[in-house]
């Protein structure tokens, strides 16, 4: 099946610093890939569609500025927290569309830990 | 609304047990229902149901959705320890947004 990767997959970083995620499909292209967050014990959370060539598109409540979203090939799209705080703590999954539009694949994850 | 609602939200069960899992949604933009494992990483495709009354199988994993009343099932028989974790249903809609429930987690002892 379709492979989805991320990078890193786990991140320390201090409150004030920026940090970036990449979300790659490795054997197919993908012009829509997802970002998700997850809380400990909670499930995942929708945070925006990022599409090939476009801006992405943010669900209610998650701030644009603070998650920058840009999707510059077919293959990558790369998710950046800006000024991280504690509380932006949290498991970040991405998922790609494939290429038959009905299955979504996700990526193994990235950890961000925010001292 | 986009709800999902899964219930319940845990589950602790014996091997050999069979458990059955609910997924309650709302139609707005339905397309499809999905569901997915997961254990320590990101979630893992089980089944993608879209026509109602259709079970779909897998091995000891099943699935069946009610277009009419809105919810669907996941049934698991003769239960694994390997069985152990969080099952998400998430709703499929026609924007290809996936909307989660909650997640069940099911614990399973030997």
């Known amino acids: 099946g379709a492979v989805v990767s991320q990078h890193p997959s786990w991140v320390i970083c201090k409150s004030g610093t920026s940090v970036k995620i990449e979300c790659r499909s490795l054997?197919?292209?993908?012009?829509?890939m997802f970002w998700y967050r997850q809380f400990p014990k909670q499930s995942l959370m929708l945070m925006a569609t990022?599409?090939?060539?476009?801006?992405?598109?943010?669900e209610q409540g998650v701030e644009k500025d603070k998650f920058l979203i840009n999707h510059a090939s077919l293959t990558l799209s790369t998710l950046t927290v800006t000024s991280a705080h504690p509380e932006d703590s949290s498991f970040y999954i991405c998922?790609?569309?494939?290429?038959?539009?009905?299955?979504?694949?996700f990526g193994p994850g990235t950890r961000l830990t925010v001292t | 609304e986009d709800k999902v609602v899964q219930s319940p939200l845990s589950l602790v069960v014996h091997e050999g047990d069979t458990v059955t899992l609910n997924c309650s949604y709302e139609?707005?933009?339905?397309?499809?229902l999905l569901w997915y494992k997961q254990e320590k990483k990101a979630p893992t495709f089980l089944f993608m149901l879209t026509s109602s009354g259709i079970e779909k199988k897998s091995g000891r994993l099943s699935s069946i959705l009610d277009k009419k009343e809105l919810f669907s099932i996941l049934n698991i028989t003769a239960t694994q320890t390997g069985d152990s974790a969080i099952y998400l249903c998430?709703?499929?809609?026609?924007?290809?947004?996936?909307?989660f429930g909650q997640g069940t987690e099911l614990s399973v002892k030997p």
């Open positions: 990022s599409n090939e060539g476009s801006k992405a598109t943010y």
């Open positions: 139609v707005t933009n339905f397309r499809s």
């Open positions: 054997d197919f292209q993908a012009t829509t």
């Open positions: 998430a709703r499929w809609d026609q924007g290809g947004k996936l909307i």
């Open positions: 998922s790609a569309m494939g290429p038959h539009s009905y299955e979504q694949y």
